[in-house]
């Protein structure tokens, strides 16, 4: 599920959809299921649906003896319905996400890791042109390098989840990707478990993700991305990013020092890197920029934090989440296990997150204002970033993006 961020919060670590059955036309249910329900009618409803997916997961390929192995003890999981309902009252801002995703022990940890698993990574690196720092990265990112898996039952959460009907479409899709994988025989529906959300293995494949990226790395005839031999997941995560036009050798991105009197409207924009360097963007330690392609200028908390210029492979690694604080995670977490330092210029901690009814009320009076920021709904996307920009170039803020409560304050006067 891909969801374009720049005003950070917590990266959910859900894999975007990426093959597999396309989704059936409609369920014979309605979509969203009444809350009134008694625990033993819902368990009834839930049968009821199943029997009618059984010929729809048919009609896709799946035999009625993968099926029937597959629900025979499935039942509703009413706490994968309330994870998904869950919304963050706060979102949080960049630099608390990234102490605990970039931690002291988090790099320690996958120093180690590189270290244990060296012939191995070598041997994914050499294969698919990924390094194995930002292998390790996706690794410790998506399961704390294998130690957090996920314990719920990929088959009976799918298919509460495409029941319930908020995402059917998408949760039906990755229910008969999951019923493909046991009908190939990777592996058992005992032994497929994963997050509340479907998410598998070390690196946190979702089943359409799976068939279309994971391999079989040890050569064992199996994709097995649950086994506690991390091989077969490390190397399949190296393949997705890989096959999304992953570059040996180019940076995710730069740490960026501006000249006096930048135009910071110019985030945003793709540009070559000698036009950068035109307009007197230089390292933040001193130097010039090392010209790896087109980069895009990004201030993550605004002109008052670090400045980023992010390359190709930073739409890579978004292709894996497509959330910029996770993207700029595991960038900055493969560097520090290179070695390379912290951020230079310091974050502004002072700021606090604006809460769910603030960001509506921040859509509000924007679009009060003349700037179309796609409804009002508390998300901070590509509209609203866009309509905070506009608004700041008018009231003569600087144009950053950057969503903060004194922004919030500018806009009540």
């Not at 994914?124 to 930002?134: D, K, L, P, Q, S």
């Not at 529906?189 to 993700?209: L, Y």
């Not at 605004?302 to 992010?310: E, I």
Request: proline share 6%; net charge positive; aromatic share 8%.
């Amino acid at each position: 599920m891909q969801r374009p961020l720049m005003a950070f919060g917590l990266a959910l670590l859900l894999l975007p959809a990426c093959g597999g059955a396309n989704p059936p036309d409609r369920s014979v249910m309605p979509e969203m299921r009444p809350a009134s329900m008694t625990p033993a009618q819902r368990s009834a409803s839930f049968q009821r649906w199943i029997e009618a997916f059984r010929p729809r997961a048919l009609s896709a390929g799946i035999t009625p003896a993968t099926f029937d192995q597959a629900f025979r003890q499935v039942s509703f999981l009413p706490d994968v319905i309330a994870r998904d309902q869950r919304q963050a009252e706060f979102v949080r801002p960049i630099w608390e996400y990234l102490d605990g995703a970039v931690s002291d022990a988090r790099i320690a940890n996958g120093r180690a890791m590189l270290r244990e698993h060296r012939a191995t990574l070598d041997a994914i690196e050499a294969r698919f042109g990924v390094e194995r720092e930002v292998v390790v990265a996706v690794w410790g990112l998506e399961s704390s390098f294998g130690r957090i898996r996920g314990t719920t039952p990929v088959i009976p959460a799918m298919a509460t989840l495409a029941y319930e009907g908020r995402r059917r479409a998408f949760f039906e899709t990755q229910l008969i990707g999951a019923l493909r994988i046991l009908q190939s025989g990777d592996t058992t529906p005992e032994r497929m478990v994963g997050s509340w959300a479907g998410a598998m293995g070390h690196t946190q494949f979702i089943p359409t993700s799976y068939l279309a990226y994971a391999v079989d790395f040890t050569g064992d005839g199996r994709r097995d991305i649950w086994s506690d031999d991390p091989s077969d997941a490390l190397a399949s995560a190296a393949n997705y990013l890989a096959r999304h036009g992953w570059t040996r050798g180019q940076p995710w991105g730069v740490e960026v020092a501006l000249p006096q009197g930048f135009d910071a409207s110019a985030t945003g924009q793709r540009r070559s890197v000698a036009q950068w360097r035109a307009a007197g963007l230089r390292l933040v330690g001193g130097g010039a920029i090392p010209d790896h392609g087109e980069a895009t200028l990004m201030f993550p908390a605004g002109v008052r934090g670090p400045a980023l210029l992010t390359f190709d492979n930073f739409r890579v690694i978004k292709r894996y989440n497509n959330a910029d604080a996770y993207a700029i995670a595991i960038g900055h977490l493969a560097d520090r296990l290179r070695g390379q330092g912290d951020f230079r210029t310091p974050w502004p901690r002072g700021d606090r997150p604006l809460s769910a009814d603030e960001r509506m009320e921040l859509q509000r009076l924007l679009t009060a204002r003349g700037h179309d920021t796609g409804g009002v709904d508390g998300r901070i996307g590509p509209n609203t970033l866009a309509a905070v920009q506009a608004w700041q170039a008018r009231a003569g803020l600087t144009p950053d993006g950057y969503v903060s409560f004194e922004l919030l304050q500018r806009l009540r006067r």
